[in-house]
């Protein structure tokens, strides 16, 4: 019989330990279909984080590196640089990337290294029990916010992508998600968009996806997605927030 679908060879065979309805798993997928499409998994170095995703180097079927809290775009320059031609990514969550990993964000995409950075925003810190990040909604209760992100206390959401997309050495910025079909694939080809580049030398990519958890937030499965577009999309808009080849154009 013919074969109409099969699971990426980007992902091994190890069971995801991801709760019912979170996206990670979904963005796992088009990472690794992404690198088994460009035929770039025989050099492709991934940077896992600390966060839900810490298993991310069980689960890519390519050379994977683990890193402390935060540090994985630091520690993703140092493997790009010794080996350029090599295809490199980091895998971050939003307490990773926005909250303690924020200065090596902002000082790889300075440094305008050709790297590529997976952001999956999902507005709480999800592996340590529901914790405020610095992507939180106002008005979204957190284990550290009970009463909800009060912004005169807490400070507003940081719009990691707007931000970085001011700094010369980004190539590719953009913002999507993944709770409907037809987003999914967009998603895919934002991914892929951002790989191609780094692969073409432009400089620091990422592709921030706005992620779900059911379990922190207290919402089914069906009721994340929707929570993302109602309340996420208005804070963090979807599109591209810096694309050198089109400003070269
Ligand atoms: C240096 C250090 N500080 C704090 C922690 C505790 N810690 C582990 S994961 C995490 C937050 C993870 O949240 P996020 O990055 O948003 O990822 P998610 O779990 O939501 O995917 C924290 C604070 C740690 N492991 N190391
Ligand atoms: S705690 Fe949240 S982010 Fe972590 S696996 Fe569960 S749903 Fe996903």
Redesign the pocket.
């Known amino acids: 019989m013919a074969i109409v679908y099969q699971k990426t060879k980007g992902l091994t065979d190890a069971e995801l330990h991801?709760?019912p309805?979170?996206t990670?798993g979904i963005v796992h997928k088009l990472v690794g279909e992404t690198l088994e499409e460009l035929d770039v998994l025989g050099k492709a170095v991934g940077v896992a984080p600390v966060g839900?995703a810490v298993f991310a180097y069980d689960y890519f079927n390519c050379d994977m590196q683990e890193a402390a809290h935060g540090r994985a775009p630091a520690v993703a320059t140092g493997i790009k640089r010794v080996l350029p031609q090599h295809v490199v990514f980091t895998y971050q969550g939003d307490g990773d990337l926005a909250a303690i990993g924020i200065a090596e964000a902002v000082h790889s995409a300075m440094r305008g290294e050709k790297i590529t950075v997976i952001f999956v925003n999902?507005a709480i810190y999800?592996?340590t029990g529901g914790q405020m990040a610095p992507t939180t909604l106002v008005g979204q209760k957190a284990t550290t916010a009970p009463l909800g992100r009060d912004p005169g206390h807490y400070g507003s959401p940081i719009r990691m992508s707007e931000m970085l997309a001011t700094i010369d050495g980004a190539a590719y910025i953009e913002r999507v998600m993944v709770t409907t079909p037809a987003s999914v694939m967009k998603a895919k080809r934002s991914i892929k968009k951002a790989f191609e580049l780094q692969i073409a030398g432009l400089g620091f990519t990422m592709i921030e996806v706005l992620s779900?958890?059911?379990?922190?937030w207290g919402l089914t499965p069906v009721e994340s997605l929707e929570w993302v577009k109602e309340n996420m999309l208005p804070v963090f808009p979807l599109g591209v927030y810096r694309d050198v080849t089109k400003e070269e154009a």
């Open positions: 991801y709760c309805g979170c990670h839900c999902n999800g592996m779900t958890c059911p379990t922190n």
